[in-house]
Each structure stands twice: as C-alpha cells, then as structure tokens.
Nanobody, 127 residues
Framework: QVQVVESGGGLVQAGGSLRLSCTAS????????MGWFRQASGKEREPLSC????????YYADSVKGRFTISRDNAKRTLYLQMNFLNPDDTAMYYC????????????????????WGQGIQVTVSS
C-alpha cells in the first residue's frame, strides 16, 4: 500500500522561507517521478515543480521559478520543496504526488500522470 505524507508546512511572514518534505512508502521511491502541487482556496490545483526519479531532471512553473527548489533524497525516500521569498499569494494547501509513469509522460501529462497523492499540508504566508 502506497502512502505519501507531507510535512513542514505552517505560518510564515512574507519574505520568509519554508521547506516542505514528503515521504513515500510502499513503492520503489527512486523509480518514481515526484511532483509538488498547490491549491489555494477557490482556485484550481496548480502544478509547481516535478523531478525525475534520479533527481537529474526538474521542472518549475513560472510562478515559482527562481524562488522554489525541488530535490530528493532517494536513500531517505524523501522529496523536498525549499520555498524562499514567500508572499501571500503562495498561501495554499500543498500536495506531494508520485507517478509510476516515465519522466517524459509526466512532462506531457501534468497532474494526470500522478497516481499517488498525499493529504496535503497548509502553508500560510502573512503580509
């Protein structure tokens, strides 16, 4: 049974930083591309970043490029999202997801490529 669990969210002031973590069990972690998404209240889910199983390939949405960094430690079965220069527009529920498809498919299919999702964790940025 696959379990995906996010941690590290919370309340931070504008301009501050947070690091989200995501652990995944029940799968061969290093074989799975992983992604971070967020959903603000009243808005659609937004893809933020994804990383290939090896960690050698990454993608960032324009909204977070230059501020957020995705990484993974396959030995620890953990995915990270370092978030810097946070602003109130970053307030949302953040989700981690794993895909059993290839990196190429993940790139093409976006959120539809992910089969395993965490419950999400709240990030609130105060002005």
């Amino acid at each position: 049974q696959v379990q995906v669990v996010e941690s590290g969210g919370g309340l931070v002031q504008a301009g501050g930083s947070l690091r989200l973590s995501c652990t995944a069990s029940g799968l061969t972690f290093g074989n799975y591309p992983m992604g971070w998404f967020r959903q603000a209240s009243g808005k659609e889910r937004e893809p933020l970043s994804c990383i290939s199983g090896s960690g050698s390939n990454t993608y960032y949405a324009d909204s977070v490029k230059g501020r957020f960094t995705i990484s993974r430690d396959n030995a620890k079965r953990t995915l990270y999202l370092q978030m810097n220069f946070l602003n109130p527009d970053d307030t949302a529920m953040y989700y981690c997801a794993a895909s059993r498809w290839s990196w190429d498919t993940v790139q093409k299919q976006g959120s539809r490529a992910y089969q395993y999702w965490g419950q999400g964790i709240q990030v609130t940025v105060s002005s």
